[in-house]
């Protein structure tokens, strides 16, 4: 399966390589990807989704989670999990590998995603999405 490249809208640095693979097999509520974070790069831009959960298991190369504020360096074998409402998370990864993880969780028709560093928050009903201030 090829990577798919994308650079998210409110942080030019998070650049993610993804394979989906829950869509590859028909999976209509579940979302699981394989991710690739280059060095130097972010997964994301710092979020807490308030509709969705989502879970992280790192399967290769380190990185550096910031949770709430608080900064903690994962490794292959750490896995974090997040339900609606969980505090605000990305992860940088300033290593000289290869940052691999898989992400997941629901993969709802809507959801609503607040970017607090940003003061933005964003509504995503199927693949319209829509920013606002905060």
Not at 4 to 33: D, E, F, I, K
Not at 44 to 61: D, M, N, Q, V, W
């Amino acid at each position: 399966m090829p990577e798919q490249v994308y650079v998210h809208p409110l942080n030019g640095n998070a650049v993610r390589h993804m394979r989906s693979l829950a869509a590859a097999t028909g999976c209509l509520h579940l979302g699981v990807h394989w991710v690739r974070v280059e060095p130097g790069h972010d997964s994301t831009a710092y979020h807490r989704h308030r509709g969705e959960e989502e879970f992280i298991y790192i399967l290769s190369g380190r990185g550096m989670a910031t949770i709430d504020d608080e900064t903690f360096e994962v490794q292959a074998g750490d896995f974090m999990g997040f339900r609606p409402d969980s505090p605000a998370h990305a992860m940088h990864n300033p290593f000289e590998a290869d940052l691999i993880y898989l992400v997941g969780g629901y993969d709802l028709d809507y959801d609503v995603v607040d970017y607090p560093h940003q003061g933005t928050r964003m509504y995503r009903l199927g693949d319209r999405r829509t920013y606002e201030p905060l």
